[in-house]
């Protein structure tokens, strides 16, 4: 069974900072690609920023400059640094895994944090 928990949201002021973490957990054979979406109320999961296993990073463009995704791969954690936050920020974000269950099957999974709400006040 796969787990993926969240933490570091809360509220801030726009221009402040916020440190999201998500940390992967159980039985599999190797993570693939990491990443962050997020869902406002009322609107559909966007994409947020995502991390290859060999490091590459992909942004949104309304994030770019701001926001920064790493992993660490010896914790299977990653990692969203959230700089000059703005109000539109606001939003549940939820953690993506993609995993390779077992070294013998070509299948990879996708699998969802529960989710951790960053509100940022005007």
């Known amino acids: 069974q796969v787990q993926l928990v969240e933490s570091g949201g809360g509220l801030v002021q726009a221009g402040g900072s916020l440190r999201l973490s998500c940390e992967v957990s159980?039985?599999?054979?190797?993570?693939?690609?990491l990443g962050w979406y997020r869902q406002a109320p009322g609107k559909q999961r966007e994409t947020v920023a995502t991390?290859?296993?060999?490091?590459?990073?992909n942004y949104a463009d309304s994030v770019k400059g701001r926001f920064t995704v790493s992993r660490d791969n010896a914790k299977n954690t990653v990692f969203l640094q959230m700089n000059s936050l703005k109000p539109e920020d606001t939003a549940v974000y939820y953690c993506?895994?993609?995993?390779?269950?077992?070294?013998?099957?070509?299948?990879?999974?996708?699998?969802w944090g529960q989710g951790t709400q960053v509100t940022v006040s005007s």
């Open positions: 159980g039985s599999f054979f190797s993570i693939n690609a």
């Open positions: 991390v290859t296993g060999v490091g590459t990073t």
């Open positions: 993506n895994a993609i995993i390779k269950a077992y070294y013998y099957t070509p299948d990879y999974n996708h699998y």
